[in-house]
C-alpha cells in the first residue's frame, strides 16, 4: 500500500496545473468546487494513510530508487501515524476554509484556489518527506504560496508588510536550514534521514553536529514562531485573509515543531544520547518563553486576528514544551494538543471572519455589543475558547494530562504550572474579547489595549449557514477530539515509535518491519490534569471580570507598576522587518551558543 | 529600535553566528575532499543505469526527480503569486505606453530574438547529454519572448504571448510532471519510475523519461518566467497612481 | 587555505544579514536577501568538490574515471536553490510594489503598520 | 587549491560586499549583475557547468530583468 504515500500531495498539484490550463474556459463555481474536491481527495488519502500507518511505517521510493547497501539513491516519503494525522488535519482545514470561501474569490478568477491547493500539497509534502532536501523543497512550495495568500487584500498597506515581514523572516530560516543541509551532508554524504542517523549514531557530537542541529531547529522554529523569531506570525496572521488564517493558525506553524522533532529522532539522537538533558533545556526554555511572551501580547490586543495570533503564539510554545521534553508523553501530549488546538482556533477565526462581514470590523472595542444579535456564533464562540483553555476531558485536556505526564517522567514537574498561567492569561483575554462583542460587557475603551487602525467596513450580511456550520463543526470536532476511543493509547504507541531510530533506520533503509507495539496503559485525563484545566478556566474568568468591571482599575494600578514591561514588549513589536532581521540574528547565536555549552 | 540600538543587537549576534558558523565548518572535510557516498555512487552507476552523460541531469529528472517536481510547482506558485498581488495593473484598462522608444535599439532588440531563442532550444535539447536542461534553456525561451516586447511594444508582446495561451501551456506542462508521476505509479510502478526504454548512450532520444520531464520542465519555466516578467512590465505600461493614503 | 572556501560562504551569508538591516530601501533590502542566499549556492558547491575533479560528465569514459568527478548531488540541489532564489525575489518585488502602490514609500521605518 | 579559485572566491567575497554597500537602486542592480557573473565563474571553476549555466541566465537575464522593471515603476530614489 505504500502508493497511497505520493497520493495526498499529486493530487492538488494536478488539480492546480489543472485549473490553471482549463479554469480561464470554465463557468463559475468550477474553480470552489475543484478546489473543495481536490482537498476533499488529499484529505481522504491522508485518512488511508493515517490507517495504513497503524501498523508500520509506509515507506514510498520515488523513481523506484530502492536503497542498495544503506545508501539511499532517491527521495522517499516515510510516513509515520503523527505526520499523517497533520497531513490530515492539514487537509480537513483546507476543505474546510475552501467551503468557508465559497464565492468569495471570484474577482481574482483561480488564482486564490490554486495557491490554496499549492499550499496543502506543499504541507502534506514537507511532513511525508523523509529526506532532508526534499523537506527543503516543499518548505519552500508552502511559503511561496502562504507568502502570497497572505497579502490577498494589497490595497490594505498593513497586508503587503505583513506579507513582507512574514516572507523575509521565513526565507532566512530557510537559509538556516540550507546551510545546516549542507553541513550535514558534508559529514555524511547523505541526504536521506535514515541514512544521515546511521552515520553519526556513534559519533561524538562535535562543532559540526551541534551547529548543523542549532541552524536546523533555528529554521524550523522560525515556521514555529519560537520567541524572539515570532514577530513575523503576528504580523501575518492579523492582516491574511480569514480563510486562509484557518490554516496558518491552525496548523501551519505546528509543522515547524513537526520537523524539528523529526530531525531531532532520526538524526540527532544518536550522537546526542549522552547530552540529551542539555537539548532538553534548551529547547524548553524556549518553549516556555514563547508561550509566556505569547500570552501576554495576547492580553494587550484589540484587532481580535492579533488577538488570536498571540494566543497561537503562546500554544506553539506549549507544544515546543512538549516535544522539547523528549518523552514519549510530552511528544503524544504536543501531537493531542496540536490536534484539538487546530481545529478549535480554525473555528475561532472563521468566527470573527463572520464577525468582520456582519459588523464590518474585528476590533474588540468598535465590536462592543454588536454580537448580542448572534446567539449561535456567540454560544460557538465560547466553546472554542473554553476548550481551548481545558475543560477536563474535552479540547486540549488530553495534551495537557499526557504533558503533565512527561513532564514529570522528565523532571520537570513544576512545567505544567507554567503551562496553566499561560493558558489562564490567553483563556483571560479571549473570554474578555468574548464578554465585550457577545454580552457587552465592560467599558468601551481601554487605555490598555493597543491602538488599531481604524479599518470598519460597510458591509453587513446575515451570517450564512453554510459558514456558521463548518465553524460549529470545526468547534465540535475539536471539543471531542480527545474522546475517540482509544486515542490517548495510539498516541503514546505512536510517539514511542516516532522515537524509535533503529527501528526507523531499519524501515528505511532496509524494508525491515517495525517492532510491534507493546500495550500501554494512559489515563484519558489525570487528577492534577484535570485541577490544572479548571485552574485555567478558573484564572481566565478571573482575569476577564478584572478587566472589564471596576476591580480594572486595580488591574490598571498594577498594570502601572508593570508600565516599563508592557511598554518595552510593545516597542520590541515594531513591524519592521530590519528589528526582525537583527532579532532573528540575534536568537540564532543565542540557541546556538547555548546549546555549544550545553552539550560541552 | 533605533537604527544603532539594531545594528548593535545584530552586531552582538553577528559575533555569536560567526563563531557557529566557523566552529561547524571546521568539522567538514578539507575543500576538494569530498568525503562521499552519495555522489560518488551516482556517478559510478548514472550512465549504466540511465543512459545519459549527464550525471547532473539524470539527478535532477530522475533520481531526484522528486525535488524537481516540486521545484516546479514552486515557480508556478510564484507565477501564480506575482499574478495575484501585481492584478490592480491588469484590471485597469489605461493608455499603455510603450517602454523603449528609440527605433535602432528596438531593431537590434528584434534581431537577438532569433539567436536566443534559438539557444534556447539548443540548451534544452542537449540538457542531458551535455551541460544545460530544461530550467537554464527555459528562462533563454522566456527572454527571447520578452526581447519582442522590450524591442518591439507592448501590444506585440501581448500578441505574442497572449496570457490564455501562456496560462495553458504552464498548467498543462506542470500538469504533466505529477501525472506522469501518477500514471506509471498506475502502471504497477513507483511514482515517477521510468518504463520507457533507455535508447542508446549519448543520444537525444535516450535517457527514457528523462528527455520528457526535461521538456516539460522547459514549457512550465518558459511560461511562468514570461507570466512573472510580464506582470513586472505590465506594471510599467500603466501610469503610476497616487498612493490612497 | 583549505577552508577559505567555507569561510567565504559564511563571510557572504553575514554580509547580506548586515545589509538587510541596515536597508533604507525594500528593493535594497530584498537584493540582500538574495545575496544572503548565495551564501549557499557557494557552500554546497564547495563542499561537494574534489581536487582535480572533473564536471559529472561522461562521454566515453571508461568507468574507473567516474570516481574523479566531482559530486553531481549538490550540483542538483544548487540548481534547485537557484530556482527558489529567483522566484522569491519575485514574490518580494511583487509585495514591495504594493507596499509602494499602498504606502507611496519603501523605506522600513516608514511601513510600520503593524505595531504593538 | 588552484589559483583560479581564489581568485574567483575572492571576487565573490567582495562582490557581496558591493552588492550591500551600494545603496543607489538602479547602480545596485548592475553591480547584482556582476556579482551573478562573478559566482557563475567560481560555479565554472568549481567543475559546475550547469549551475554556472543556470546562474548567467537568473543572475544576468531574469532577475535584472525584474529588478529594472521594478526600479522604473518605483524611481530610483524613494
New interface residues.
Partial sequence: MDWLAPLPVAVPLLAAAALTAFGQFAPPRVDDLTGILAAAASTVFSALLLAEARGDLVVHWFGGWRPNGGVALGISFVVDELGAGLALLAGVLVTASLVFAWRYFDEVGTLFHVLMLLFLAGMVGFVLSGDLFNMFVFFEVMGVSAYALTAYRIEDRSAVQGAINFAVVNSLGAFLLLIGIALLYGRTGALNLAQMGNAVTTASPDGLLVVAFALLATGFLVKAAAVPFHFWLADAYAVAPTTVCVVFAGVMSDLGIYALARIYWTVFSGPFASEAGAVRAVLLGAGILTALVGAAMCFLQRHLKRLLAFAVISHLGVFLSGVALLDPRGLAGAGAYVGAHGLLIGGLFISTGMLRRRAGSVDELALHGRGRALPVLRAVVLAGVVGLTGLPLLGVSLGHSLLAEGAHEAGYPWLPAVVTLAAAIVAGALLRAWARVFLGAGPRQDALLSPEPEEEESVSEEPSSLRLATATVLVAAGLLLPLAPGLPGQLVQAAERFQDRPAYAGAVLDGRPVPAETAVHVQRITLDAAFYGLAALAGGVLIATMALTPARRRLSGLGRRADPLVRGLRAVHSGHVGDYTAWFVFGTAVLGVLLSLGVH | MSARARLALFAAGGVGLAFLLAWGFSGLADFGHYPGPYGDVLNRVAVGQRHVTSVVAATVFDYRGFDTLGEEFILFASAAGVALLLREARQRDAVLRDPVADRTVRAVGLLLVGPAVLLGLYVVAFGYLTPGGGFQGGVLLAAGLVLVWAAGSYRAYSRVSPTTVVDLAEGLAAAAFPALGLALLASGGAFLENVLPLGTRGSLLSGGTIPLLNWTAAITVTAAVTLIVAEFLEELAVPLRRPTR | ?????????????????????????????I?????????????????????H????????LP?AE??R?????????????????????????????????????????E?????? | MIVLQVVSLALVASGAVAVVLVRDLARQALVNALYGLALAVLFLVLQAPDVALSEVVVGAIAVPLVLLAAIRRVGRRT
Avoid at chain 3, 511601513?111 to 504593538?116: F, I, P, S
Fill in positions: 587555505m583549505s577552508y577559505l572556501p567555507y569561510a567565504v560562504a559564511g563571510w557572504i551569508f553575514l554580509v547580506g544579514l548586515y545589509g538587510i538591516v541596515t536597508s533604507r530601501n525594500l528593493i535594497h533590502l537584493v540582500c536577501v538574495s545575496v544572503v542566499q548565495s551564501s549557499t549556492y557557494v557552500l554546497l558547491l564547495t563542499i561537494g568538490y574534489k581536487e575533479g572533473t564536471a559529472p560528465i561522461f562521454k566515453d568507468l567516474s570516481q568527478a566531482v559530486d553531481p548531488v549538490v550540483q542538483a540541489l544548487t540548481l534547485t536553490d537557484i530556482v527558489v532564489g529567483v522566484t522569491v525575489l519575485a514574490l518580494l518585488l511583487a509585495l514591495a510594489l504594493d507596499a509602494h502602490r499602498a504606502t507611496g514609500t519603501l523605506d522600513p521605518d511601513l510600520r503598520a503593524l505595531k504593538g
